[in-house]
């Protein structure tokens, strides 16, 4: 069965519209108007009871389908609405609405081709808009690039850089209740010496903490091809600026189709509250030392959302090694591990050592020139 691919118009001019994080609106680059997430819906639906004044049988359900299987027709009208391109050469799968065209992939810069349509339980239930455009993307990454030492120059040439895709990172994250409990032996030392005699008194405490602490909001990517530590490094994100999902925020980038499932991911999130658990319980603890520790930790309680989170992402190929780098889409937080150029490092040790020699050489010639 084929399907009619959804596009977002403007209601001025009928051009394809596109969601401008700068404006935090969705604009029309041909009439230059701009329109509210509320003024595209209405527009959308519309233009549909237009298009089924015409043919009248499509679209159509059952009314008793209306009222009790809301949340199917949101899936399919997902399916209908998002293209699914696969890269031949590194196996990833990019969704995209319509108006996108994805003619490379955002992982190894391949060309990519479309592969069909995206099944609607994918669709995600919050979407988190890109806070700024690809200009400012760039100058953020541009100034922390620059900033470190011996960077290859091609990192931050204009056909490397050109390379930053916006693209929404499936994320799941989960909402929880922890109960945590530490038992270990405090110890406080101290020392000190009288005559020929050093002495250390040594006290030991039982120390038994226990808490529950609730967490909203711990994410987790659910995306094998992006590593893991990278997309944490850009943390945190801000979920107050979330918005329920809808297709036109895809306007003009990419998104991940997750392949790692929640039942997957929570190991990561445990640990990751677990290690925060035992960092505040430690934290009221007021001993020199803390020896023999156990911990206990139980999740009581826990919910998720799946949620398209802004990244502005890039990968950089030198000398056969594939670098990957993330710019938080909201916050500009830049993270990624950068290549050395040897040949840099080489030609700074050089004239370093050169420079010694220099001062040495001068120095030893004024000081035997004094001594003369």
Known sequence: MTSEAKQFHCPNCYADLKFSPGQQNFACEYCRSSFTEAEVIE?????????????????QMPPEMEMNDAERRERERFQEETNL????????????DANTAAAFCYYCHNPVI?????????????????????DMAVNHFKTWAKSKWFIPKDLVSSVQIEKLTGLYVPFWVAHSTTSSRIEAIGEDIRSWTSGNYRYTETKSYRVIRDARINYEGVPADG?????DLLMEAIEPFDYTQ???FNMAYLSGFYADKYDVDKEQVLPRIQQRMYENNARMLESTVHHNRITSKRQFDRTDALSWDYMLLPVWFMTFDYKGKLWEYAVNGQSGKVAGELPIDKGKLAAVCLLVSLLAALAIFFGGYLFGGAMA
Not at 115 to 126: E, I, L, N
């Open 43 to 59: 527009f959308q639906r519309r233009y549909m009871e237009q298009e089924q004044q015409y043919d009248p049988n499509r679209g």
């Open 85 to 96: 391109y696969s890269c031949p050469s590194c196996g990833a799968e990019i969704m995209s």
């Open 114 to 134: 479309l592969k069909g349509r995206v099944d609607g339980m994918y669709r995600p239930s919050m979407v988190l808009p890109f806070g700024f455009d690809k």
């Open 223 to 227: 995306s094998q091809k992006i590593e």
């Open 242 to 244: 979330a918005r329920p």
